[in-house]
């Protein structure tokens, strides 16, 4: 059973209405529901327009094999269909572990000011997989190499491992196999803070980003949404509703 306390067009579409009501803008909106004749999930080019969004499939998604990308066509946990179904079959030679990652790239929007809101549904059906680790990917402002930075350096981070949900160096819950958890991660590139709740119930909000992001000085954009999964044999896991937004309040009356 699992822990209660667990883990943009700019059309920008306004998803509340009136006075003192804040507004989405939406990024990135996938329900992996887009495949094409081959079988294989269908690619976004990457924006670099406000008008080509919201991003309705991943800029990017490999799998390493023997890994499988599917659509997957029955409700697995309370997760309902359409989802992104990541299976990892057995290495010929020994077990291994296979991974898949994709992303949704969006450094050319130049996404610098506001508050963001990441959320997504997963089911993990195996205990021993690493992932999914999803990964905010910040940059220096202007995208300057010496502002750039690796994902694992990134605070922005929640993952999946050995029967635990990590978020970042927050802390950590448990997870139970075959239930599906409604994730949501909240960040604030003025305050350089974040949060992070697990259907609904907030594991922690308003954490510092690390001392050594903000005495640098910098000022940071959003580079990608990265996603990552690595498993191990006869593993699975599922994956919807992926959504980046960013969170404006409304104008005062």
């Known amino acids: 059973m699992k822990t209660p306390a667990l883990i943009a067009s700019i059309l920008f579409l306004p998803l509340s209405f009136g006075f003192g009501a804040d507004k989405e803008n939406v990024i990135v909106d996938t329900n992996f529901s887009q495949w094409d004749a081959e ?3 269908d690619l976004s080019p990457e924006p670099c327009d406000p008008a080509e969004l919201p991003l309705k499939n991943p800029t990017f998604l490999k799998a390493q094999p023997p890994t499988s990308l599917t659509l997957g066509t ?3 946990g309370t997760m ?3 989802y992104l179904l990541v299976k990892f079959a057995k290495e010929a030679e020994g077990e291994g572990i296979a991974g898949w990652n994709g992303g949704w790239k969006v450094e050319e929007l130049h996404l610098s000011e506001g508050k963001f809101e990441v959320s997504f549904q997963v089911t993990p059906m ?3 997989f690493f992932g999914p680790i999803v990964i905010v990917q910040l940059t220096g402002k202007g995208g300057t190499p010496q502002g750039s930075m690796h994902p694992t350096q990134v605070p922005l981070q929640i993952a999946f491992s050995e029967g635990k949900i990590a978020f970042g160096s927050a802390g950590s819950a448990p997870y139970s196999q075959g239930a599906t958890y409604a994730i949501k991660m909240t960040f604030d590139l003025q305050e350089k803070t974040w949060g992070a709740s697990v259907d609904g119930a907030d594991i ?3 954490e510092r980003f690390p001392d050594a992001m903000i005495d640098s000085g910098q000022s940071f954009e959003i580079h990608q949404l990265a996603m990552n999964v690595g498993g191990r044999p006869d593993a699975s896991v ?3 509703n992926m959504k980046l937004a960013q969170i404006l309040p409304a104008k005062a009356p």
């Open 39 to 41: 079988g294989a999930p």
């Open 74 to 76: 029955e409700t697995m």
């Open 80 to 82: 309902q269909t359409p």
């Open 126 to 128: 195996d205990e021993e």
């Open 204 to 206: 922690f909000q308003d």
């Open 238 to 240: 599922g994956i919807a």
